[in-house]
Every structure is written in structure tokens, then in C-alpha cells.
T-cell receptor, first 114, second 112 residues
């Protein structure tokens, strides 16, 4: 079965420092991988996705993610964190087959400290 | 174009009652999925509809049901509400393939 894991419940980083939010996956076949961000009392917002092509994917708000097939990882990164990046981040993988069901990780709360 | 619209935004119900939540997807999106989000369980998949047919269902009791109309709008219904049903219910629509979801802002249901 498809699955994703986000090993960190919370990540703290100082403003201006680089940030990484980790995600590993387990899929049958080629993965469709996504990152979403959620601000308080809001739905999830799409950040970026990997389907095929370059392993480094660039997304919204200066975020990027690196697809690593050998390590089955899809870590979210940003070179310089902003206080406004503080939010809940979810990694997701599309389930196998002709379906639009997505499986989400448990979420990582990012706290950027001023 | 307009995003995914969920109504109502907030709802307070009494245990034992039933509730209906509504979701209007982005125009042209035929797939609508529903998720329950709670602090303890994270995002739990409820069901997915495509062209008025339920294609996937998560591990929720039969009290949770849904439907999709010909215009792709979807509703989910929870009968005999329990305190544990208090959650943020998120609707997401997709145009398919690898495009991912667009989420609505959710309906916050509180059962008292």
C-alpha cells in the first residue's frame, strides 16, 4: 500500500536560515508526490509536486523539494526561512490506480523564530 | 476562476443529530474528495466521487455518506452525530491525473 511518513512533528528554525521538512514515501510504481501547506483555520494550499523529470522541483513562495529515488525521500526546502512560513506542512502521495485519492503524511509544524 | 467553496464554514450540532455539508468544486473538476482532519488523527480520507459515482471510500462507519450531483457539486452527510465527529471537514477537487488537489477552506463541525 502507498504511504508517506513525516518523521518530525515540529521543526524550529531561525528566520533567515535554511529549512528542511522531511518526507519519505513507499509506493508501487512511479510516485506522484506533493507538498501542501495549511495556515490556521484554512484548507490546504498546494506548494509543489513531482511527477517526472528533474529531481529538484520548484514551487510557490520560494519552496523547493528534492526527489531522491534511492532514498525514497521528497524533502521540502527553502534557502531562507521567513516568519510567515510558520504553518503546518503535509506531504502526500497519489494512491495507486485510476483514482484521485491521495494519502497524506501526519504533518510537520514549522515554526520560524524571529 | 473561483476556488473550492464549502458551506457552512462553522457548524455546531448536538449529539444524535445529523448534518449535511456542501462543496462546490472548481468549474471543470469532476473529482471531489472529502477528508476529516482532527488533531489526533491527522487527515483521514472519507470518500471520493467522480462523475456522480463513489470511486473510493475510507474506513469510516456507515453514518458517513456522500453524493455528487450532475454539476459536480458534492454533499456529505453524517447521521447520529457523536462527540468524536467534531473535526474540520475538508473538500478537495481535482481535474485528474497528476494535478493534485485544490482544497476548500473547510467546515468546522463541533458536536456538543
Amino acid at each position: 500500500a502507498q504511504s508517506v511518513a513525516q518523521p518530525e512533528d515540529q521543526v524550529n528554525v531561525a528566520e533567515g536560515n535554511p529549512l528542511t521538512v522531511k518526507c519519505t514515501y513507499s509506493v508501487s510504481g512511479n510516485p506522484y508526490l506533493f507538498w501542501y501547506v495549511q495556515y490556521p483555520n484554512r484548507g490546504l494550499q498546494f506548494l509543489l509536486k513531482y511527477i517526472t523529470g528533474d529531481n529538484l522541483v520548484k514551487g510557490s513562495y520560494g519552496f523547493e523539494a528534492e526527489f531522491n529515488k534511492s532514498q525514497t525521500s521528497f524533502h521540502l526546502k527553502k534557502p531562507s526561512a521567513l516568519v510567515s512560513d510558520s504553518a503546518l506542512y503535509f506531504c502526500a502521495v497519489r494512491d495507486y490506480g485510476e483514482t484521485y485519492k491521495y494519502i497524506f503524511g501526519t504533518g510537520t509544524r514549522l515554526k520560524v523564530l524571529a | 476562476k473561483a476556488g473550492v467553496t464549502q458551506t457552512p464554514r462553522y457548524l455546531i450540532k448536538t449529539r444524535g443529530q445529523q448534518v449535511t455539508l456542501s462543496c462546490s468544486p472548481i468549474s471543470g473538476h469532476r473529482s471531489v474528495s472529502w477528508y476529516q482532519q482532527t488533531p489526533g488523527q491527522g487527515l483521514q480520507f472519507l470518500f471520493e466521487y467522480f462523475s456522480e459515482t463513489q470511486r473510493n471510500k475510507g474506513n469510516f462507519p456507515g453514518r458517513f455518506s456522500g453524493r455528487q450531483f450532475s454539476n459536480s457539486r458534492s454533499e456529505m452527510n453524517v447521521s447520529t452525530l457523536e462527540l468524536g465527529d467534531s473535526a474540520l471537514y475538508l473538500c478537495a477537487s481535482s481535474e485528474g491525473g497528476g494535478y493534485g488537489y485544490t482544497f476548500g477552506s473547510g467546515t468546522r463541525l463541533t458536536v456538543v
